[in-house]
């Protein structure tokens, strides 16, 4: 039938001259991935190997694809914060990239007022902004660490970039830490705190909140 010499009543694949061309067990007739397996499906989603899209799976994203069967990595967040004027407590959850620190004047000058801003301070490291620029140690931003931002006035922020991953590790030293927060919602401690920190972590202080741990 499809001149291949096999007799149709008994040709695996009668309208296929070269039959299986790519040998994946589909006649190139019906193959949806011609030249590749249409059978391979490495990660076990029933979608094969060669049909797959990647893209930003997650309904919460900006860039949030629909036609996506693969997650990529690649999605990102936008979210708006209210500052006020004076002393902020704050975490960075979301980065414009997806690595551990960020550029602290590239930070600031792309999503703040930079005649707003005063100071931004650290753990052990700050910076402050004056009309000739920024000066201090405090040159990288870090999603693992807690900040007082200083500011003139109030002012509403619109940050977009790489949330932190939940698995993150954080280092703990005896005494006070000023540390983020890897997540924009709102959990129970005693369901986000490990069992081995249980009667370690005595007290947890946020603007205007505290919490104390009693055995």
């Known amino acids: 039938v499809d001149g291949d010499n096999v007799c149709g009543d008994v040709d695996v694949c009668p309208y296929d001259i070269y039959d299986d061309s790519d040998n994946d067990g589909s006649c190139d007739s019906e193959d949806i991935c011609n030249g590749e397996n249409d059978f391979l499906d490495t990660d076990g ?3 094969p190997d ?3 899209i990647l893209g930003c799976m ?13 997650e990529d990595g690649s999605c990102i967040y936008s979210y708006n914060l209210n500052y006020q004027s004076g002393p902020n407590l704050v975490s960075f959850y979301v980065l414009p990239d997806d690595e551990l620190t960020y550029s602290t004047e590239i930070f600031i000058n792309d ?9 931004l301070l650290g753990q052990n490291e700050a910076v402050v902004f004056t009309e000739n620029g920024m000066f ?3 040159i990288e931003v870090n999603r ?3 900040y007082w931002l200083k500011i003139n006035n109030a002012e509403n ?4 970039g790489f949330k932190t991953e939940p698995d993150v590790e954080y280092s703990i030293n005896s005494g006070p830490n000023l540390i983020s927060f890897p997540s924009d919602g709102y959990y129970a401690l005693e369901d986000v705190l ?12 946020g603007e205007g909140t505290a919490a104390l741990y009693i055995n």
């Open 144 to 146: 693992l660490d807690g």
């Open 45 to 47: 989603d029933l979608v």
């Open 136 to 138: 201090g140690s405090l």
């Open 111 to 119: 999503n703040f007022d930079t005649n707003n801003v005063l100071a």
């Open 157 to 160: 922020v619109s940050l977009t």
């Open 194 to 205: 490990p069992s081995e920190l249980e009667g370690v972590v005595y007290a947890i202080l």
């Open 58 to 70: 997650d309904h919460g994203a900006s860039n949030f694809n629909e036609d996506a069967t693969d």
């Open 50 to 52: 060669c049909l797959e």
